[in-house]
């Protein structure tokens, strides 16, 4: 009699291991996820600013033409708008291929963009509700030659 009575209090302490360690689980792999899709859309608007920079190194004074190529290859996965998108000359004067004190002419293209924190917990452990991220890419400008 004893015996099945000490058989019965190990299985009812058996369920509320796991039932704790469950929790814990969970929060873990909850997490795991929120930082893996914070970290691809981190990698898209990374792939995005690169295509938009390497658009504006062929056609450096299309301002508009490097935001829609940047929005439009981040499409699939990161809603962006031209405000979130800022291009910048490191000589604004000379949108054009060659040298300015020994500096070849470049472009940069830099996203900026809000990941929002679907997780509560996550989100009420850093008292935010987004992760701000941001890309930013430069390239030299190749053509059109200045004269």
Known sequence: MNRKRNKNTQSGQSL???????????????GAVEFGIALFQFVTIRDAAQEGA??????????AGMR???IATAADVVPLTTGDIT???SNASKKCEGLTGGVP??????????????????SSMLNENNI?????VTNTILSPFCE
């Open 105 to 122: 002419h470049s472009v940069t293209v830099t996203i900026n963009f809000n990941h929002v924190i679907f997780m509560p917990l996550v």
């Open 68 to 70: 829609q190529r940047a």
């Open 16 to 30: 509320v291991e796991l039932a704790i360690s469950l929790i814990v689980i969970l929060f873990l792999l909850l």
């Open 132 to 136: 701000p991220l941001t890309a930013s």
């Open 87 to 89: 291009v910048t000359w």
């Open 54 to 63: 390497i658009y504006g190194s062929i056609n450096p004074a299309d301002d």
